[in-house]
Nanobody
Framework: QVQVVESGGGLVQPGGSLRLSCAAS????????MGWYRQAPGKQRELVAA???????NYGDSVKGRFTVSGDNGVNTVYLQMNSLNPEDTAVYSC?????????????WGQGTQVTVSS
């Protein structure tokens, strides 16, 4: 059983900041990478940011320069620091943990956390 739990969403004014956290845990599960995706109403899910166990990061074009992903404990816990938020960042943010379990690669998703940017 692998659990992925996000926290830190909420309501913020335009120009403000939020920090999301995601923790993954489970037996016999070696995490290779964790990431954040988001989906706004009526839009497709898109990559926000990802980080590998080796520390390599990747960002969606719309958040580059504003968002920073980081991890600790071998990326079992990751953080998404979101600065200069604007209304277009409003979405449900979901965390994904990708890793090896039983010799196969698996993806596990969190339940998602709402981020709303509004005045």
């Amino acid at each position: 059983q692998v659990q992925v739990v996000e926290s830190g969403g909420g309501l913020v004014q335009p120009g403000g900041s939020l920090r999301l956290s995601c923790a993954a845990s489970g037996s016999n599960f070696v995490i290779n990478a964790m990431g954040w995706y988001r989906q706004a109403p009526g839009k497709q899910r898109e990559l926000v940011a990802a980080i590998t166990r080796g520390g390599t990061t990747n960002y969606g074009d719309s958040v580059k320069g504003r968002f920073t992903v980081s991890g600790d404990n071998g990326v079992n816990t990751v953080y998404l620091q979101m600065n200069s938020l604007n209304p277009e960042d409003t979405a449900v943010y979901s965390c994904i943990a990708r890793g090896d379990q039983g010799g196969e690669e698996h993806d596990y998703w969190g339940q998602g956390t709402q981020v709303t940017v509004s005045s």
